[in-house]
């Protein structure tokens, strides 16, 4: 390889790892960070949510030390996409490094823990670490000092710090509170509830009681010992792990070269690595070649002429110099192009990939492999000039000419871009009045980036004055498009020709939006064409509609509201905070937390902070993929089925033999007992395909090999032979299941009943509206950490099963069936799991029962942790469903029947599915309809098997329920509030749909509940204020939505243990499982609350004593399953019936003991007891009286949204919930809760779509296509009140749940959106001289961008224009 290997030879990697020095001699240079830290340390903190780049759970902070400046450069990247061999002379902060439980913790984990801000706490190492690279970073600048205990961070920063990451249960409201606590220009009042402090208090007081930050302790504490090797010449890369990193041109072209003679195509050129991301990597290369040492590709350079900005440099670095200080030579004009081209970048991805993701890599991404970029499209219309080589020689190419050509080959090096400043491109003098305009677009999921754009847009014109016509003449103009289903992004030529010397009015504008219908136009194949093509017409009147003379009154009272406000700056829905007198726009505006804690049994009832929240703000709480591999384990993957029905006649690899390290394929030949995936008392499963496979998706086998990489590579491999010769074809929907009679029986005792005599409440009605039809899709659980479990065979034919579940003994009774062992042969245990959501209850079953399987077959210890497409090709999620409604109304709105006609796709194996129609019905019950008939069938198909998610059934039923509301308010034209109002239940009414499940006419509280909200969001002077905004805006609407919720819940029997050790401390254990919901607190409360009863001295101190243990199969039996959102009250009532016994069996020494030394405490009562042979442990099965198993939950919402008319963005402004959680357990739970169900819920309603091929088989598999809600997509204003509604005697301790009911409360997000398209399809059938009052439509879950602006009107500008020019 010539001099680079000669020079390098011998040398190897070295770097530091939480200050701690590693040496590697021999590394495989594909071997990522994540890799290396979770396999080969023991920082476990770095977790794999993803392994794309798209959820933040693996990020460190990465430190590099110039020795020139004597400066070291932080920043966050996420460790699953670099590799290992980039980071020679690195320094590694992980989560364990910010702050530990051994060497103290940080500040910010302190206060992620005191904001509640942790539930599951799989996230939460990611959100530190990138909170702590924002501290970092803004304490090294040389902004003014903040005030003592805060950081020079703004509230702007710190939210932008963690909106790339990804959390699915808090909601994110406490943890950007978290983070804003630390910001310099924070208003205490703002932050949120939390356990530092009291509402009220000053902020001396507050401040005081904050885990103290000191900004010079927030360095990243680059090591001595690595700056000094640094300094003495540190090594490159050597030639022994194949990693290259060529210092200049020559030596990469020498390399090269060496690589062509050798035929080698193996070699791989990177920069950030980023690109894995989304162009996964199927095979391994032998060879990597690093550009970031060559200078060429390393420069910024800005002279007269424009920036020059070489291939290599990061985009945050791009993003950096675009927006540099010093910039005083560029004329205005030019600064603003480059401002606006960061301002762009800046949407890009995330942080964390915007700083090792290279310019070069994504030019050449979207050269190469029609990457949809953002750089590409933004850099077009300025001139950009491309320097690109090949070989020897060098070639300067217009960006225009470099998409042009076909995908450059792999010796083509892209050197560096150059942005020509606009003086440099035109001859303009101070006293021309040429002006240049310059904008850039892109319409994506979600506004702050870490999505790909539906289009992307970027404009430039130089326009001028002219005064005999007081209109602006277009001179010039460059338009790109591009990201929209096009193979590079585009110049509309034909629009710019047309454009070009034009005098601006509204028929220009109109001609060149009807050319630009013709240019823009998506290739086949992809989604949502249509609405593409109508954002570049909303994109392009955006930009010209300011320059086009219009009056400001157009006649019919309308005021164009959008363009002036955008064009003028002015953020009607953004909040701005103030620092240094300077407005700063932020995400989320202050929000209010109302709640009663209660002392009445205490400690139950205070807002204790979650247990174990800060070992898992450190990354040390230990999850199943975090317990260390033991000697000789095997790694599995799934292989699964492609096709919905068909026999499987073999399996192969492409390669022919077996792929690298693989040692076993294990299938349904291979089980020993039963073939049973699960068992529960829904049905069975089979773990494997049998004969046939019965949906795409389902399990066929699982390939076993050395590292888990090694499995998921060769289970991609994997060839599958089908044969589906005189097969019957699939049922790929429920009209085809009701065709072929295909359903599962639902036993009668889960059948709901029928509510009073639907034909006559028909004949009571003035209106009927008859069949109406909507669907419904599914939504994916998206638990931050995938399914995984790890088993371990043990002597004597036993198996112990680590498994994230939500159901453990369900699991131990599957595996002792699969290898026909006795259960007590099984132990399962389950620690902590990272997000479940109902996802880990039947879903886990079969990941567990695989690794047992083949751990017995294969006699060593296996386990799995599934990457994420397997994990959502898997999953099966919620069930989608099609419904059919007649209801029949009086004038008033009072509905007298309802009759629903519902199709369940449950999918191919019964899984919980026949529960649903009790569940749809439980919510559905919310409204007095008079009569209630419905048929609810549970349809088998051959599509993936459905299972529970959080709120199953009740978050369809709420959906079906209010869609039906809107319906009638719409057809009788009147406000749907008065609808919802007339159709609420009396305490009667609820007795007569629920019966005694109602409870005490006093536990009804929904009626206060509804009223008191009305008031305390201002719900009717907010609707009015709504009116008049939609009075004076064309383009953005609000609608304003308040939904009630009546949901049922059911307790299930769950058992416990308490058992009380020699010095006092107190060690429990309990059916329910604790999935970040808080369980384990509670249940702590509850055991020092009721062990308290004893009366004696330190008993105020039992909540320190308690510690609350992983549960396990074979000590606390029928555990029963975690779920219902009723789990956490049983297993604290289990607990408290222990404590009880324990309390009894200890009071006769205790009045002894006090009658012999006057006062006692309670670890010398313990020992006494120990002494004296006291049983000091007890066990319980608490199973609720059969009158108090179901009950009702109540509650509502109000939720303000504002819809962008030109992208179907909807913004949620405002929302406000009350809440009836009974006497709260702890408050602050309960709030992170309520919180983070809603959050979920927005995902279901607005954002989450969970489709299939025509074959069944999930097409979003990723977090590129799958978005859950991010920080800037939750409510800016989110205040949320917990009603505590005092004594409910059949409750424990007064308590209700928390976990499922609020996230059905979403569905106002929903009406509300709907009540804002309804405005805009009114005002756009004004403008064809229609009456649009009463217009009936179907708004679809999740109402997405394309979805909404659809309803809109995909030509609604065109529309207006033409309207405009006849009322001329
Ligand atoms: C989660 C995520 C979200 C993203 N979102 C967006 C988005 O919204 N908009 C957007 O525009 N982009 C987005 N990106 C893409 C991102 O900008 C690119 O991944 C990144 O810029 C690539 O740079 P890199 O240095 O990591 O490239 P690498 O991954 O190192 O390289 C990418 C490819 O380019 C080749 N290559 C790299 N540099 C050169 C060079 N100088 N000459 C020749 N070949 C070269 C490599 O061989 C490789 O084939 C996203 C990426 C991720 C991971
Ligand atoms: S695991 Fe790396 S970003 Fe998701
Ligand atoms: S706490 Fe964020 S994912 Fe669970």
Known sequence: MGEVAAETRKQSLVFAVNRQRFELSDVDPSTTLLEFLRYQTPFKSVKLGCGEGGCGACIVLLSKYDPALDQVHDSTVSSCLTLLCSLNGCSITTAEGVGNSKDGFHPIQERFAG????????????????????????????????????????????????????????????????????????????????????????????????????????SSKFPEFLKKEIKAGACLASKDYHWYSPASLEQLQSLLQENEANNGNSVKIIVGNTGVGYYKELELYEKYIDLKYIPELSIIRKDQTGIEIGAAVTISKAIEALKGENQGDYHLESKTVFKKLADHMEKIASDFVRNSGSVGGNLIMAQRKRFPSDIATILLPVGTIMNITTGQKLGKLTLEEFFARPPLDSKTILLSIK??????????????????????????????????????????????????????????????????GTKHPIRARKVEDFLTGKLLNVDVLFEAIKLLETTVIPEDGTSSPAYRSSLAVGFLYEFLSSLVHTPAEIPGGWRNGYSIAVLNGDSNSENYNKFNGIKFPTLLSSSKQVIQSSKEYHPVGQPITKAGAAIQASGEAVFVDDIPSPSNCLYGAFICSTEPLARVRSIKFKSGSPPVGVTALISVKDIPGKNVGCTSIFGLEPLYADEHTQCAGERIAFVVADTQRHADL????????????????????????????????????????????????????????????????????????????????????????????QCPEFAQDTIAQCIALPANNIRVITRRVGGGFGGKAIKAIPVAAACAVAAYKLQCPVRTYLNRKTDMIMAGGRHPMKITYSVGFKTSGKITALKLDILIDAGAFADASILMPSLILGTVRRYDWGALNFDIKVCKTNLPSRSAMRAPGEVQGSFIVEAIIEHVASTLSIEVDSVRNINLHTYNSLGFFYKSIAGEPLEYTLPSIWDKLATSSDFYQRSEMIKEFNRCNIWRKRGISRVPIVHEVNVRPTPGKVSILKDGSIVVEVGGIELGQGLWTKVKQMTAYALSLIKCGGTEELLEKVRVVQSDTLSLIQG??????????????????????????????????????????????????????VNLSASSLFIPEFSSTHYLNYGAAVSEVEVNLLTGETTILQTDIIYDCGQSLNPAVDLGQIEGAYVQGIGFFMLEEYPTNSDGLVTTNGTWTYKIPTMDTIPKQFNVEILSSGHHKKRVLSSKASGEPPLTLAVSVHCATRAAIAEARQQLLSWSGLDGSNSTFQLEAPATMPVVKELCGLDSIQKFLKWTMGTK
């Open 419 to 484: 942005i020509p400043c606009w003086e440099s491109r035109r001859d303009i003098s101070s006293e021309t009045d040429t002006k240049l305009l310059f904008e850039t677009y892109r319409a994506a999921p979600r506004p702050l980036g870490n999505a790909l754009p539906y289009l992307n847009a970027a404009f430039l014109a130089e326009v001028s004055f002219c005064r005999s016509s007081t209109r602006v003449m277009l001179n010039d103009c460059q338009l790109a498009f591009g990201a929209y």
């Open 1120 to 1173: 029963g399953f975690t779920g219902g959102s009723t789990t956490s009250e049983s297993s604290c009532e289990a607990v408290r019936l222990c404590c009880n016994v324990l309390v009894e069996r200890l009071t006769a020494l205790k009045e002894r003991l006090l009658e012999q030394m006057g006062s006692i405490e309670w670890e010398a009562l313990v020992l006494q007891a120990h002494l004296t042979s």
């Open 714 to 805: 060769a289970a991609n491999l994997a060839v599958i032979d089908y044969d589906k010769e005189n097969l019957e074809p699939p049922i790929l929907s429920v009209e085809e299941a009701v065709e072929r009679q295909s359903f599962f029986e639902v036993p009668p005792f889960l059948n709901p009943e029928q509510v009073g005599d639907f034909s006559k409440g028909m004949a009571e009605s003035d209106h009927q509206i008859l069949c109406a039809e909507i669907k419904l899709g599914s939504q994916y659980y998206f638990y931050m950490e995938t399914q995984t479990a790890l088993a371990v065979p043990d002597e004597d034919n036993c198996m112990t099963v680590y498994s994230s579940n």
């Open 115 to 218: 904001f509640h801000a942790s539930q599951c706490g799989f996230c939460t190492p990611g959100m530190c670490v990138s909170l702590f690279s924002a501290l970092v970073n803004a304490d090294k600048t040389n902004r003014p000092e903040p005030r003592p205990g805060f950081s020079k961070l703004t509230v702007t920063e710190a939210e932008k710090a963690i909106s790339g990451n990804l959390c699915r249960c808090t909601g994110y409201r406490p943890i950007a509170d978290a983070c804003k606590s630390f910001a310099a220009d924070v208003d205490m009042e703002d932050l949120g509830f939390n356990s530092f402090w009291k509402k009220g208090e000053s902020d001396e007081v507050k401040l005081s009681r904050l885990s103290s930050y000191n900004p010079n302790n927030a």
